[in-house]
């Protein structure tokens, strides 16, 4: 049966390849199960970084004094 989601090759050194069958093993899932579920993960953890550094960034130019009151915004 076709799939509607679009697909992706990609080619892995053996010793990744043997490690994500691993993972793929004791997960009880396939390969390409697998290998969407850790892009998953890499793409939320990219998120966080990226996340993370915009609000360090506005960190850097937060003055208390300034800030509205909680009951001045609503």
């Known amino acids: 049966m076709p799939t509607k989601n679009p697909r992706i090759n990609v080619v892995l050194e053996k010793p990744l390849y ?19 579920d850790l892009v998953k993960v890499a793409l939320d953890l990219r998120e966080d970084v990226e996340l993370g550094e915009i609000a360090e960034a506005r960190n850097k130019t937060f003055r208390r004094k300034e800030a509205l009151k909680h009951d001045e915004v609503f």
Do not use: C, T
Not at 22 to 34: F, P, Q, R, Y
């Open 18 to 36: 043997d490690s994500v069958g691993k993972l793929a093993k004791e997960d009880g899932v396939s390969l390409s199960m697998e290998i969407r």
